[in-house]
């Protein structure tokens, strides 16, 4: 019988093309293929079954979204089979059980989730996502308190509900044993928590971590309780010696902090990305930009923040006033951030308006982001009287306060900007309008959503005008379009996921 080509490959070949095929079917991150690769491949024919039977490593990642109140039991019996399958690799675990409900469905939900533990130290990634109905995920940090995964890199934990926090009282510190993700190779690199899976106490230690990610929960304002963590905790954070990525959403820390703040600087040594959005408090914005030396710090990203009114009472140590706190600094995103909206009634020219701004974080973000290349300041509101995105216009040159750039009380704007981009309706600041040229002398290259018969791109002699060479490109997205920005293995850009990217979508 003559053999096909596919046939004459060597299986040692197969295996390799098996595992590559295995690893782009799951780089994603977050997704399950309808069919998964694995099952694809071992059911072809018995050579290739034999050989995807052989290798654990194409049964070492588990993912269950969304499944059916249908299909539970199904998992639970393919969740079993990848277990065995995978011997002794280390395996990721992803659940999704949002939309379950009912007795029935928590009960196999919670045979799912505890079938993993006999396997907890071969865990290098978990991630357990609930809408708060399944019932199962908020009892699953019993068992976590006593257990050890030395490997585990990769947590995501989001409970979608409330437990009685005054019944049970308020989890201030870790429950989970102080030794769980300290193994001897590795620790804890990326941490995703909603406010709901912290008051659920799923808080590990903060010591080792390398990304960081907290956001408000569903349900928390309702609940009058956005606060979770101690300040003292975000200090921890910014602390880690190893931290890359911060992003925080919502007020999830104590207005102010209940013990001594560090005397000195806190020097992030790794840290490269900052976002921070959708607070009402500034607390740890304005320690962040006061108390922190990041030498590899590239973006900040501020988001769906009111700036206005937000005076500081910090107490500011000897050494806070640093240069080049951030000597490797390149872009500063500005998005939905309302600056000005107090000064609305005070007439342009009088000093009082100097004075608010003062009064804001504006002269200290100023000085530390004075080095960005690339300025981006977008608002998809109408007018300083939206209740829920005011404006930065203000800060644009030619505006109401442009003469705040100018100001001898106030810190140069961002005077080495190349790239800006610019995103507003164009009732408030029209895509043509150049007043910021004479403000930012050095860029050019400028980027604007697509042009419209009634917000047209600014013409090309006006862009000209004066020897400048400007470019316009169209704008594709206002900040980052994943997170971790840069080559990270848990990076996403699915704005489903990602809050910050969902509220910046065009």
């Known amino acids: 019988m003559t053999l096909s080509p596919i046939d004459t490959i060597p299986n040692e070949l197969l295996c390799t093309i098996f595992a590559m095929a295995h690893?782009?079917?799951?780089?994603?991150?977050?997704?399950?293929?309808?069919?998964?690769?694995?099952?694809?491949?071992?059911?072809?024919?018995?050579?290739?079954?034999?050989?995807?039977?052989?290798?654990p490593s194409l049964w070492s990642v588990y993912r269950c979204i969304k499944p059916s109140s249908k299909a539970l039991q199904s998992e639970l019996e393919r969740l079993e089979t990848y277990l065995k399958r995978s011997d002794e690799t280390d395996i990721e675990l992803s659940f999704n059980f949002i939309g379950l409900h009912g007795f029935t469905d928590s009960q196999i939900v919670s045979q799912l989730l505890h079938s993993t533990l006999p396997h907890i130290a071969r865990w290098i990634c978990f991630v357990a996502i609930s809408d708060g109905q399944d019932q199962a995920l908020v009892p699953f940090h019993?068992?976590?308190?006593?257990?050890?995964?030395?490997?585990?890199?990769?947590?995501?934990?989001?409970?979608?509900a409330w437990h009685d926090y005054r019944r049970l009282g308020w989890d201030t510190e870790p429950h989970w044993n102080p030794k769980m993700f300290h193994g001897e190779l590795c620790a804890i690199e990326y941490l995703r928590l909603d406010t709901c899976a912290i008051m659920a106490r799923f808080r590990p230690r903060l010591e080792t971590l390398v990304h960081f990610m907290m956001e408000e929960g569903p349900g928390s304002h309702m609940h009058a309780l956005g606060i979770c963590l101690l300040f003292s905790n975000f200090v921890q954070v910014l602390s880690a010696p190893n931290i890359e990525t911060i992003s925080i959403w919502g007020t999830n820390y104590e207005w102010w902090p209940s013990q001594p703040l560090p005397a000195t600087t806190i020097q992030a040594n790794?840290?490269?990305?900052?976002?921070?959005?959708?607070?009402?408090?500034?607390?740890p914005l304005m320690f962040f930009l006061n108390r922190v030396s990041a030498p590899l710090l590239e973006s900040i990203t501020i988001q769906k923040i009111s700036l206005s009114n937000q005076a500081s009472e910090m107490d500011h140590p000897e050494d806070d006033y640093i240069d080049y706190a951030f000597p490797s600094f390149r872009s500063l995103y500005l998005i939905d951030v309302d600056v000005a909206c107090l000064a609305v009634a005070v007439p342009p020219g009088i000093d009082w308006l100097t004075e608010i701004?003062?009064?804001?974080?504006?002269?200290?973000?100023?000085?530390?982001?004075?080095?960005a290349t690339h300025l981006t300041i977008a608002t998809r509101a109408t007018s300083c009287g939206n209740t829920d995105i005011p404006l930065f216009i203000d800060l644009l040159p030619g505006r109401r306060m442009g003469h705040f750039a100018e100001s001898p009380s106030l810190p140069s704007m961002w005077p080495?900007?190349?790239?800006?981009?610019?995103?507003?309706?164009?009732?408030v600041f029209a895509a043509n309008n150049l007043s910021w040229k004479d403000t930012w002398s050095k860029v050019d290259r400028l980027y604007l959503a697509p042009p419209t018969s009634n917000n047209p791109w600014p013409d090309p002699e006006d862009?000209?005008?004066?020897?400048?060479?400007?470019?316009?490109?169209?704008?594709?997205?206002?900040?980052?379009?994943?997170?971790?920005?840069?080559?990270?293995?848990?990076?996403?850009?699915?704005?489903?996921?990602?809050?910050?990217?969902?509220?910046?979508?065009?």
């Open 23 to 55: 690893a782009l079917s799951y780089s994603d991150g977050h997704l399950c293929p309808r069919i998964p690769t694995e099952v694809a491949m071992s059911v072809v024919c018995k050579n290739w079954r034999s050989i995807a039977l052989s290798s």
């Open 142 to 160: 019993h068992p976590l308190k006593s257990l050890r995964a030395p490997k585990l890199r990769h947590v995501d934990i989001r409970t979608g």
């Open 270 to 283: 790794r840290l490269k990305h900052f976002r921070y959005g959708n607070n009402v408090t500034m607390s």
């Open 357 to 371: 701004i003062l009064e804001t974080p504006i002269p200290r973000l100023a000085q530390t982001t004075r080095l």
């Open 416 to 427: 080495q900007a190349q790239d800006l981009a610019l995103h507003f309706p164009s009732s």
């Open 463 to 506: 862009l000209s005008a004066g020897g400048r060479n400007i470019a316009v490109k169209g704008l594709q997205a206002l900040g980052h379009t994943q997170w971790p920005p840069g080559w990270y293995q848990w990076a996403s850009c699915d704005k489903t996921i990602d809050v910050f990217l969902r509220n910046t979508a065009f």
